[in-house]
């Protein structure tokens, strides 16, 4: 006696990008799914928009994992990096991350054929260059290198050169003159000590409440809350960190 042997199988219907971004969208901004979709980038900043921030990383990966045009890539990227840069980096991996950067294609051309950039933090070496951010604007450094005082990592301020070819993108968006490049990809040095940080740190809060002329305000991309009561407060810490 012959068993024959059923070779069928239960198909799973094959997901779309839709299908996957409609569980990441509130009701009232699912109607830019469709768009986005079809590759409208006004419609890609409105589904973005719309979602909520600990959702946004993950738009970007969908929209990374369905390969999705460069325009698309690059208009989610610029409206989520640096608002929502932790959620982004939850979402997408720091190869993912760079490789979906790299297909976005940003223009660089702007760009000189060499350039010094600065990064400031706290830390060694290995967790400064871990990072993909950088700027052409020192005094945003030395901010960001004495924005969060620890007293357990010194405050540094490093500095590199590259060609413009190893630059992935250039982002102005959040007025940080903020350039992005592979991790691990640069030789640095400490540039200055951190009393001048202090002071230049000291100055970039003046200037930008200054610049905004306000009581209470946010700024634009939602990096933090300044208000003339924070602004003092964090020129004091800045002061006072040893």
């Not at 830019?32 to 409105?46: K, N, P």
Request: hydrophobic content about 40%.
């Amino acid at each position: 006696m012959t068993t024959t042997i059923s070779n069928t199988r239960s198909l799973t219907p094959k997901r779309s990008l839709a299908d996957d971004l409609q569980p990441l969208t509130p009701e009232w901004g699912k109607k830019s799914i469709s768009a986005t979709v079809a590759g409208d980038l006004d419609a890609v900043r409105s589904l973005i928009l719309a979602a909520e921030n600990n959702q946004r990383g993950k738009i970007v990966a969908a929209l990374w994992r369905y390969r999705v045009a460069p325009d698309v890539l690059r208009t989610a990227l610029e409206n989520v990096y640096g608002h929502d840069h932790g959620h982004l980096c939850r979402a997408l991996h720091r190869g993912s991350l760079v490789a979906a950067f790299k297909a976005a294609k940003f223009s660089i051309v702007h760009l000189d054929n060499e350039l010094t950039i600065w990064r400031g933090g706290v830390g060694d070496d290995d967790l400064l260059l871990s990072g993909l951010s950088w700027t052409r604007d020192r005094d945003c450094a030395c901010w960001f290198a004495m924005r969060f005082p620890d007293p357990f990592q010194p405050a540094r301020v490093v500095k590199a050169m590259i060609k413009r070819e190893q630059v992935l993108a250039h982002l102005t968006i959040y007025q940080e003159d903020e350039i992005l490049i592979e991790p691990f990809s640069v030789s640095v040095k400490t540039d200055g000590n951190v009393d001048e940080w202090k002071e230049t740190a000291q100055r970039v809060c003046q200037r930008r409440a200054a610049q905004r002329n306000i009581s209470k305000s946010v700024i634009a991309g939602g990096r933090e809350y300044l208000c003339t009561t924070l602004v003092a407060a964090q020129t004091q810490s800045i002061a006072s960190n040893p």
